[in-house]
């Protein structure tokens, strides 16, 4: 990326927030480990010498009025170029405590009980991305890179992608995906105006692969949008879903240990608590972080290990979030009462078990007790990532201190050296604090610099740089996948390396390829041209002919055996040389039960399909819907891949979507596949690849980097292949042009 590029951080609030109480104006930096994590890195872009971007912009709802932004806003120190966000309170509440925060929020947290479906918070939401898109586009320009946050905008990459193709989009989730099986609670139109919203983006990250892999797994169910090791062939475009655990700034909190005024704190937490053990726990107030679960595994340790009663506290800080939401009012008075209850029973005059704080702690405050406790224990029960395990481990240059982490934690993917528990299993939480408070200080450092230095080696920095990398490399990748019509002066340069290569080999799709589709596929029987065309090439001994269909081997003899050319029947599980027999290409099989099961569903879809029908190979089943009315086979098509998808595993068989067809295939059969084993044959100076569907395109992609290749897409869709033509007629005629070359 040049410098010239400009950077959009779009995020539900700007960094700076602007509270109206009492007329009057407070203005204070946002908090959370989104606005942190994205200042880090935008701060760090803008100091460095030949910085990616020579304007940063941020985007968000400013929290205030206009009338109150436009008196305020020339006072706000920012190093950003700030862009409010304003719209009406009721749209705002209905986008922002309804769909985000009590759908979305709840549902991907695994809390599906909590979810209200209320029409208007989708309406709302929807409206409120709507405003995002109007301040965009008076500011925005093609060359300019976009970059969304999190799940209050999921619907903006489309929004903006429809308004603007060519722009660059990344978007990043900082809170899990959850499985499909929870995803598809979510109302219909509702799950399609989300993940269409994220296919908006170029690049899609994620904390963990499994966030990323239940994106997948939904947009295949939903929507039947397949993707290859992580790329996905959307509307034409490539799009990439990646992995990218967001981390903090270690040099920041791994210096502030030194800092005189945390260490008088320190030391003065020292001497307040001298002689007893520190457990400590910072949070926002929020169901998803249990924080009972950390008072109940407390109580449990105290009870079970009654020796320390009067030698360890726990000192805990809830920072207030979302009140005015009834579930985080309700955990709030369980909380109170809670700590009284414990305090007031098992402890005593000179003795307070739990220290309780529900305010938002300062940063030297935080350090301070993040650098003196014994142990940092964090329960959540789902958290995206947790960046507070982060902070407490970069903070500890003394390379002390144990982390307790929660198993349901993103952070817990990468800390393998914490001691991770179940926040549900009270008793277990009791017993880890009993052995870390019985851990030597020779393993607390051990494990301490195992942690640091993943924190340390990719640290928000390198997050940051390794999405725009990633960024970049999805945008070439889009290029090399763009449209691009064969040409005459391509045509006569593929003719004049034809004309020169000693050894050539053609793969040539069937059907949509040499033949256009007909009502009827057992009535495509190849006409006079095609087979002349074929004949004039396969009597030149230097060509070797492949016609790699879908077909079945006995379709593709009765049609084609009589010419001198390679037959691969069913996308590679029989191949036929020519003057050769046919041959089984794998030792996979579909056995009876698969395929009675395979027949009963497609039958079951027949019947609900007019017009529709079932193809029975010897390694494939074909639903087939071309005749039917497009916009009932569609949704029937999109249900049958999600059933056929339920049993992938079961019946050992992959599943695809092609042209008007769904197809269940044993595994590990595919045109790329084929194509790898024939190339292994001869070091052919010329290559010619036809084909129309996307079972092509793994054929495309294995000869993407060959320079002797000229891969062909029939049709004006986006591929894998170099180049495109209109029609199967036009394909003929270039292998009419070969063979009187």
């Not at 307790?404 to 277990?428: C, H, Q, W, Y």
């Not at 595919?670 to 100076?685: E, H, Q, R, S, V």
Request: hydrophobic share 40%.
């Amino acid at each position: 990326m040049n410098i010239e590029k400009r950077l959009f951080i779009i995020s539900n609030r700007l960094p700076v927030n602007i509270k109206e109480k009492d007329n009057d104006t407070i203005i204070k930096s946002s908090s959370g480990g989104l606005v942190s994590a994205v200042k880090s890195y935008a701060n760090y872009t803008q100091d460095k010498e030949g910085s990616s971007f020579s304007q940063i912009y941020w985007v968000g709802v400013p929290g205030c009025s206009k009338t109150a932004w436009e008196k305020l806003s020339r006072t706000i120190q920012s190093e950003y170029t700030l862009l409010p966000v304003f719209m009406k309170s009721s749209i705002y509440e209905g986008y922002y405590s309804g769909m985000s925060n009590s759908v979305i929020w709840p549902l991907f947290h695994y809390f599906p009980t909590y979810a209200e479906y209320k029409p208007s918070y989708f309406e709302n939401y929807m409206a409120a991305n709507e405003e995002f898109v109007k301040v965009l586009l008076q500011n925005i320009r093609p060359n300019d890179i976009i970059w969304i946050h999190d799940y209050h905008l999921l619907p903006l990459a489309k929004l903006i992608r429809e308004a603007m193709p060519e722009i660059t989009i990344g978007f990043f989730l900082h809170i899990p995906f959850p499985s499909f099986e929870l995803f598809k609670l979510i109302p219909e139109k509702w799950q399609l105006a989300m993940l269409e919203g994220m296919l908006g983006a170029d690049l899609i990250g994620f904390h963990t692969i499994d966030y990323a892999a239940h994106f997948l797994k939904s947009i295949q169910m939903a929507m039947g949008v397949e993707n290859d090791q992580n790329l996905i062939k959307y509307n034409n475009r490539l799009i990439k879903a990646d992995v990218f655990p967001i981390s903090i700034d270690y040099k920041k909190f791994n210096d502030a240990y030194d800092n005189p005024a945390i260490a008088e704190k320190r030391n003065f937490y020292r001497e307040q608590f001298k002689d007893i053990k520190i457990i400590f726990s910072v949070d926002r107030l929020d169901y998803t972080k249990c924080i009972m679960c950390r008072l109940r595994g407390y109580e449990q340790f105290l009870i079970n290990y009654p020796q320390y009663a009067g030698k360890i506290v726990f000192i805990l800080s809830i920072v207030p979030s979302r009140d005015n939401i009834s579930n985080y009012a309700k955990r709030k008075r369980e909380i109170d009462e809670f700590v009284g209850n414990i305090n007031g029973r098992i402890g005593t005059l000179t003795w307070k078990p739990v220290n309780y704080k529900y305010e938002s702690l300062e940063f030297n405050d935080m350090m301070a007790l993040y650098t003196v406790c014994d142990i940092a224990l964090i329960t959540p029960l789902r958290d995206g990532m947790n960046l507070v395990a982060k902070e407490f481990v970069a903070s500890r240059k003394d390379k002390q201190g144990i982390l307790l982490l929660s198993e349901m934690t993103g952070a817990a993917r990468e800390f393998k050296d914490a001691v991770l528990i179940n926040p549900n299993d009270f008793k277990g939480i009791g017993d880890a604090i009993n052995m870390a408070l019985q851990m030597s200080p020779q393993e607390q450092e051990q494990r301490m610099i195992q942690m640091q230095t993943r924190v340390k080696d990719y640290d928000v920095l390198a997050w940051a740089d390794d999405f725009f990398d990633q960024l970049r490399k999805i945008k070439k990748k889009q290029q090399e996948f763009e449209f691009i019509f064969l040409d005459y002066p391509t045509k006569i340069k593929l003719l004049e390396v034809y004309r020169k290569s000693p050894k050539r080999l053609l793969l040539l799709d069937y059907d949509g390829t040499l033949v256009s589709f007909n009502k009827n596929p057992d009535r495509v029987e190849p006409p006079k041209n095609v087979l002349d065309a074929l004949q004039k090439l396969a009597d030149d001994d230097k060509n070797d002919i492949y016609v790699i269909s879908g077909r079945d081997s006995e379709t593709l003899s009765k049609w084609l055996g009589h010419i001198n050319i390679g037959l691969v029947a069913e996308h590679g599980a029989k191949m036929k040389k020519k003057n050769g027999e046919w041959n089984k290409q794998t030792e996979e099989v579909l056995d009876e039960t698969a395929k009675e099961t395979l027949r009963k569903i497609m039958k079951y879809f027949v019947k609900r399909t007019a017009n529709s029908f079932i193809e029975e190979k010897e390694y494939s089943f074909v639903w087939h819907y071309r005749n039917s009315n497009q916009d009932q086979a569609k949704l029937r098509a999109s249900e049958l891949l999600t059933e056929l998808s339920g049993y992938a595993d079961i019946l050992n068989i992959q599943v695809m979507q092609g042209n008007k067809i769904i197809e269940a295939r044993v595994k590990g059969m595919n045109k790329g596949a084929i194509t790898k084993k024939l190339l292994l044959d001869n070091n052919y100076g010329f290559i010619l690849a036809c084909g129309d569907d996307n079972t092509d395109e793994n054929m495309f992609k294995v000869l993407q980097k060959n320079k002797n290749a000229f891969t062909i897409k029939i049709g004006d869709s986006s591929s894998y292949a170099r180049y495109n033509i209109f029609t199967p007629q036009m394909c003929v005629s270039l292998l009419e042009y070969l063979g009187t070359s």
